[in-house]
């Protein structure tokens, strides 16, 4: 689910929401008081500026100085995130760069493979799936150009980004690769979270380190089971090399069993609105994470 899914899944609507982000001055106290009023939207409640779930230390962290430290701020950038990666783990562990098309006229003029990811650098949520030579939305290419996904979220690790729009090829050459979203606190991976789509199932559940399932539901779950990834110590040692710089990260990867492939280190998941489907999901998931 996307930001704009959780938005819309709270009867947000869109005049909140834009008089919100014209009324609060584009600064440090404006983007706090935008964070708490969507907080308190979602969550019922003001976040708690000590202790409290992990939604309300990531609504710290998200409001923090910490989330514009440079290697933050860097590896926002999915371009530059390849760079990371790269120099922490080997380029074999990066989903290969097409091309980065850095304007509008580039973009326009550039043939577009017939089977291809197409995403913007600099923002979270927007992409396009081209799985078989469809008609390419340049209009949409072209506006993310004069997006900033700083002013939709109040992200500020996302302010200052380069717009950049980057083309891959689908990850293993499948369209709905298995895709592991690891939560890490202080190096260690402490929380996995399966995201698996197959023919006539669905799985999104979450383990801890070991493979072992745990009661935490978010909201967009369907019933599903999924054995232990052959390669799971690859998969812990991929994340916690990268988490290694951060007190908390989330590690999104995907694996085919024996490869496995960065897509993103996201440093706020769902901007501290995670859809926990319970106050209980969310508590446990804390005890696991900060417990």
Request: glycine letters at 6%; one cysteine or more; hydrophobic letters at 45%.
């Amino acid at each position: 689910m996307t930001l704009a899914g959780i938005l819309g899944r709270k009867r947000v609507k869109l005049t909140f929401r834009m008089w919100l982000l014209h009324s609060l001055p584009h600064n440090r106290f404006g983007d706090c008081m935008f964070g708490a009023l969507l907080f308190r939207r979602w969550h019922g409640r003001w976040p708690k500026l000590r202790g409290g779930t992990i939604n309300d230390v990531l609504f710290r962290l998200k409001n923090s100085a910490e989330i514009v430290r440079p290697l933050r701020v860097y590896i926002s950038d999915k371009e530059q995130l390849k760079l990371h990666v790269g120099a922490r783990l080997g380029e074999a562990f990066n989903v290969p760069m097409m091309a980065v098309l850095r304007s509008p006229a580039e973009a326009e003029a550039f043939d577009f493979p017939a089977r291809c990811v197409i995403k913007p650098t600099h923002m979270s949520g927007a992409i396009i799936l081209r799985m078989a030579g469809e008609p390419v939305d340049r209009d949409l290419i072209a506006s993310w150009f004069s997006e900033n996904f700083y002013d939709y979220s109040r992200e500020r690790n996302y302010r200052y980004l380069t717009p950049k729009v980057i083309v891959e090829p689908f990850v293993f050459d499948q369209n709905w690769p298995d895709a592991f979203r690891v939560f890490c606190r202080e190096g260690r991976a402490r929380l996995l979270h399966a995201n698996i789509d197959r023919p006539g199932s669905l799985t999104r559940s979450f383990f801890d380190r070991d493979w072992n399932p745990l009661p935490i539901f978010s909201s967009d779950r369907q019933a599903g089971e999924f054995p232990r990834p052959a390669n799971l110590a690859l998969m812990l040692h991929v994340a916690e090399t990268l988490a290694r710089d951060f007190d908390f990260i989330r590690v999104d990867l995907y694996s085919d069993g024996e490869a496995v492939k960065v897509g993103e280190l996201t440093n706020c998941p769902f901007s501290a609105m995670f859809p926990f489907a319970s106050r209980a999901s969310e508590e446990l998931a804390t005890k696991i994470l900060y417990g």
